[in-house]
């Protein structure tokens, strides 16, 4: 059971002490509270564990300070969508809004390589309007003896290029927790010029450890990629640990599944999932169409399937886009056979535009058929 207390709701209040109080003499049921800091009020939630069914919902409404009550199942407690439940579904970050309703592209290289590289991704990005991209300072790679990223070294470059470029949100994947202290100093000796979107890989979708870790700190969002062997469920379960310790600006990345089935793709493209996370979580969903398609095939329109994919997963409702692009794809040193070009990307952006157009238009059409 979750209950959500009113806007003004304030830890050294009164009534709030009442509240806690008379929640901390219920028999058997323990508390966590979640405050989220908005940009006009803060929003605090608090979520009552143990056998709650006990409780009548109309009491726990008449209690001071709350606003709501909502009764939730056992699953995603924090990032599921619950029966009545209008719990928001965006965030907003470095002035970035992320929601169920939004679309946000990240485009840029799978790795740094080079500052030169660096520099000419963010520009094209300037030119062509857009305020976030993804750049990889720690690689986990599937060989020891490839190349593991710059690491720390290249944070100071990245970081002034960005606030240079006006770049507000960089996707960036972290692989341990000294990485999110590397990544917090280097934003704040460059004045914190931008903001960092931390990533999960992968690889790393049930490394709890990690997870807790990225989940209790609150300064950066996270994008959580899928597992790429394990059931949807098994990795929204995941992604409610980074909720659970206090992070619920979380949002969930599809990259594909590993099968060989996905020949000659890289992987099996999930993008049907899209709506089917927007129905069971509040979260935006991601779409990486790179490490889903994995390779610069081309179908007979003229179309790349990496163009495909996103047109697939933007008519479904994606939310962000998670891309690899490259200026000279022959030397990237993570992933170049899958890299955009970078006079591609107005194109890729005008795809996406008719892509997402369709979606508003079936999302209208739907409101015509109101009858499921
Ligand atoms: C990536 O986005 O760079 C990446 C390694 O993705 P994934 O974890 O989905 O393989
Ligand atoms: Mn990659």
Same mark, same amino acid.
Do not use: M, Y
């Given at each position: 059971m979750i209950l959500i207390l009113n806007p003004d709701a304030c830890a050294t209040k009164p009534d709030y002490r009442q509240l806690m109080e008379h929640l901390a003499s219920l028999p058997g049921i323990s508390t966590r509270v979640h405050a989220e800091a908005g940009v006009e009020q803060t929003l605090t939630e608090v979520y009552l564990i143990g056998d709650?069914?006990?409780? #009548?919902l109309e009491d726990m409404q008449s209690l001071p300070c709350v606003d709501r009550v909502v009764r939730i199942s056992e699953e995603y407690r924090v990032l599921g969508r619950h029966k009545n439940d209008d719990r928001p579904t965006h965030f907003d970050y470095n002035g970035v809004r992320f929601g169920q309703d939004t679309l946000n592209i990240f485009a840029g290289l799978c790795a740094v390589d080079t500052p030169e590289h660096v520099e000419l991704m963010m520009k094209a990005l300037r030119d062509n309007g857009l305020n976030c991209t993804r750049m990889g300072a720690y690689k986990p790679r599937t060989s020891p003896y490839s190349f593991q990223g710059h690491g720390k070294a290249c944070l100071p470059y990245v970081f002034d290029l960005a606030g240079k470029y006006g770049i507000k949100v960089i996707a960036m994947e972290v692989t341990h927790e000294s990485h999110v202290d590397e990544i917090r100093e280097a934003l704040a000796q460059a004045g914190n010029p931008t903001g960092v979107m931390l990533q999960i890989g992968t690889r790393n979708t049930q490394n709890f450890e990690l997870l807790k870790i990225v989940g209790r700190q609150q300064d950066f969002p996270v994008l959580i990629k899928r597992g790429f062997g394990i059931t949807l469920d098994e990795s929204l379960n995941a992604a409610e640990y980074l909720a659970s310790e206090g992070n619920s600006r979380v949002v969930f990345g599809l990259r594909g599944m590993k099968t060989t089935g996905a020949d000659p793709h890289r992987n099996f493209v999930d993008f049907a999932h899209v709506p089917v996370v927007k129905r069971l979580t509040r979260m935006p969903v991601c779409i990486d169409p790179s490490h889903s398609v994995g390779a610069r095939t081309c179908s #007979?329109?003229?179309?790349?399937d990496i163009m495909q994919a996103t047109a697939q997963g933007v008519i479904a409702g994606a939310n962000m886009i998670l891309v690899d692009f490259h200026p000279v794809p022959s030397k990237a040193l993570v992933d170049g056979p899958q890299a955009l070009k970078m006079n591609e990307l107005s194109h890729f952006l005008e795809d996406i535009s008719i892509a997402r157009e369709a979606y508003v238009q079936r999302t209208a059409l739907a409101e015509r058929y109101p009858d499921k």
């Open positions: 709650t069914k006990s409780l #009548p #007979p329109e003229g179309i790349l």
